[in-house]
């Protein structure tokens, strides 16, 4: 069966350490993956798109690398903050009409 | 920034009863969804529109019927709700974002049925 995969225990790490968040899939093949982030009681919002043929992209303090024969993306996010804790969601193609197919996500909380 | 709002913010509904909730637009984006988020479930797609009168099921249509008569106006219907129907609704669109693209979200309707 198909399935995405984030860890779904809490993430906590100090300022100013990098965050690594991890996405596996199985039984996909996805043109692109993408990441959002999540606010409590707010919608998505997207922060990165990485195609099949691109290794790494980095935007600012995130980075996301895309491994497709590992089928796993990590997403980072460099010095990080406090105002970075929330919910990471990763997204994988899925067909066409820019369907995405969303995992659970994984919370991050910044700690002083 | 796209303009996207979605009505209600909050509804409560007795079970058996059709509920429409509204997704608009204000920018012609072609591509729109609805998807449902649940605890251990993470968002999944419901429907979603490719254009006007052009729609498509997603992983879990069932009990859920949509209707797009205008680009700009995508509904989610439930004919009869069920309590199993009780979750937080996301509109979103396809929208570029510079050289990619990805999606915009509403700020979703959170419906409890009783």
């Known amino acids: 069966s198909q399935k995405i995969e984030q860890n779904s225990e809490a993430l906590n790490i100090q300022e100013g350490k990098t965050a690594t968040l991890t996405c596996n899939y199985t039984?996909?093949?996805?043109?692109?993956l993408q990441w959002y982030r999540q606010d409590p009681g707010r919608g998505p919002v997207f922060l990165l798109l990485?195609?099949?043929?691109?290794k790494e992209k980095r935007k600012e303090r995130l980075k996301v690398t895309f491994d497709t024969t590992l089928k796993q993306s990590l997403f980072h996010i460099t010095a990080s903050q406090p105002a970075d804790s929330a919910t990471y969601l990763c997204?994988?193609?899925?067909?066409?009409?820019?369907?995405?197919?969303f995992g659970t996500g994984t919370q991050l909380k910044v700690e002083l | 920034d796209a303009g996207i709002t979605q009505s209600p913010r909050h509804k409560v509904t007795e079970t058996g009863t059709p509920v429409t909730l509204r997704c608009h637009q204000t920018?012609?984006?072609?591509?729109m969804y609805w998807y449902r988020q649940d605890p251990g479930h993470g968002l999944r797609l419901i429907h979603y529109s490719y254009g006007v009168k052009d729609t498509d099921k997603g992983e879990v249509s069932d009990g859920y019927s949509v209707s797009r008569s205008k680009t700009e106006d995508f509904l989610l219907t439930l004919e009869s709700a069920t309590s199993s129907q009780t979750s937080v609704y996301f509109c979103a669109i396809s929208v570029s974002q510079g050289y990619d693209y990805g999606y915009t979200f509403g700020s979703g309707t959170r419906l409890t049925v009783v």
């Open positions: 990485i195609r099949e043929n691109e």
């Open positions: 039984n996909y093949s996805p043109a692109y």
């Open positions: 920018e012609n984006h072609r591509y």
């Open positions: 997204a994988l193609s899925t067909g066409g009409g820019n369907k995405l197919t």
